[in-house]
């Protein structure tokens, strides 16, 4: 039985090509004299035909088709895909106008002619009159318009899956 392995180790070296000339050759001269190792030889070499068989190649032209085909194509980067840069810019632009709007607002309601007083910072906050920004009519407006914006918002996203 070691005996049967040792023949096919030797056989699997022989038809693989890990021998050197002095193994190749002995190998060679037992397979044309014994018909064990003939025998041996021939199931391994059809095993080995079996296994790997010989692979065709592409022509050229398949290979330069197939990369002018991929030089054509041009790979978007993946946060252009994500982030669309005016929905960004119009959100910073929201929060700069509110941050304006409520330091002029703070600006022109302060009575700069009064003394500071120790107890408090120089700046008297029952002076912000802020119900007044907030009327019934301001505050419709603000309703309407977040509602107008919600709709679009939905008719892009149903756009989108319905060209998708």
């Known amino acids: 039985m070691k005996h049967d392995e040792e023949i096919e180790m030797l056989l699997w070296d022989y038809i693989d090509g890990n021998c050197n000339e002095a193994e190749q050759k002995r190998i060679a001269d037992l397979i044309a004299g014994d018909t064990e190792w003939k025998q041996k030889f021939e199931e391994l070499s059809a095993l080995h035909q079996n296994i790997h068989p010989e692979l065709e190649q592409a022509s050229m032209r398949f290979t330069k088709n197939v990369m002018e085909a991929v030089a054509k194509t041009q790979i978007a980067p993946a946060t252009k895909k994500y982030i669309n840069p005016y929905i960004v810019r119009g959100i910073a632009a929201l929060f700069i106008v509110l941050i304006i709007a409520v330091l002029v607002y703070a600006l022109f309601t302060v009575n700069w002619n009064t003394a500071a007083s120790a107890s408090s910072a120089g700046f008297d906050t029952s002076k912000l ?28 996203i149903f756009r989108r899956k319905k060209l998708s």
């Open 129 to 156: 009159h802020l119900h007044n920004l907030f009327n019934s009519n301001a505050v419709y407006t603000f309703i309407l318009i977040n509602i107008m914006l919600g709709l679009l918002f939905m008719d892009s």
